[in-house]
């Protein structure tokens, strides 16, 4: 049986250089992100407020903790001081509320824009029609406390690798549009997961975010 650290070390091992793991540790428990912390692992994502709230805690504070979840707008205060990186803005309504708190509390809060390319149906993120228009109207300059730097995107969740390749590759496409027209200081192309993660790398992710493949399944209770 290969251990967290092992697993850590093998993807680290097949990541060409530029792109980073984000270790997903929802649902497992502290012990389990400190094993990959020991084992020099610095960079962990979750998807709930209140667990990564608790978690962080208990853990060292040189951890770069990334949001990756739907984020409510509520909540938004509560991850703003010390996030590295939330992934996952859907909506415009959130990102001015993400600049406001970072106001509040004085930073610059680093974001992506979720974009959603899938066939499934899902309720959250852009269309890569209003990731455009954002940047061409330059309604993203209002929020001087929130700095952009890419996008994030899923692939449909089926066995169909041309699909699947289909998909991350108009999410690098958009990528490159937005960063080449508007804005240079796009470098994070956050996509491919546990079961994806390969195919997500050769079209260009800069950040795969993996949890069942280091930790294991995930136990719903
Ligand atoms: C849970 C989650 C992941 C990790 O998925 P695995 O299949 O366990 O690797 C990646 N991205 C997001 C947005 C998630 O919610």
């Not at 020991?38 to 978690?55: C, M, S, T, W, Y």
């Not at 991850?79 to 001015?96: C, G």
């Not at 992710?205 to 069942?212: C, F, M, N, P």
């Amino acid at each position: 049986m290969s251990s967290i650290a092992d697993r850590i070390k093998e993807i680290n091992a097949s990541l060409p250089q530029g792109t980073r793991l984000v270790a997903v540790s929802k649902f497992h428990p502290v012990e389990a992100i400190q094993e990959a912390y020991d084992a020099g692992h610095r960079l962990f994502g979750e998807n709930k407020v209140q667990e990564l709230v608790a978690k962080k805690d208990l853990l060292p504070s040189d951890i770069s903790w990334h949001f990756i979840g739907h984020l409510q707008t509520n909540k938004v205060k509560m991850i703003v001081p010390f996030v590295a990186l939330i992934h996952s803005v859907d909506t415009e309504h959130l990102l001015k509320e993400i600049d406001k708190q970072a106001a509040a509390c004085g930073r610059t809060v680093e974001c992506l824009l979720e974009v959603h390319v899938a066939r499934e149906e899902t309720k959250f993120g852009f269309s890569p029609e209003e990731v455009r228009d954002l940047f061409a109207s330059g309604a993203y300059k209002a929020y001087e406390h929130v700095k952009i730097v890419g996008i994030m995107g899923m692939a449909s969740h089926v066995d169909d690798e041309g699909e699947i390749r289909k998909e991350f590759h108009a999410l690098k496409t958009l990528f490159d549009e937005v960063k080449n027209n508007y804005a240079p200081a796009f470098r994070e192309l956050s996509m491919g997961m546990s079961g994806d993660y390969h195919i997500a790398v050769e079209e260009g992710s800069t950040l795969v975010r993996i949890g069942t493949y280091i930790f294991g399944e995930r136990l719903y209770v």
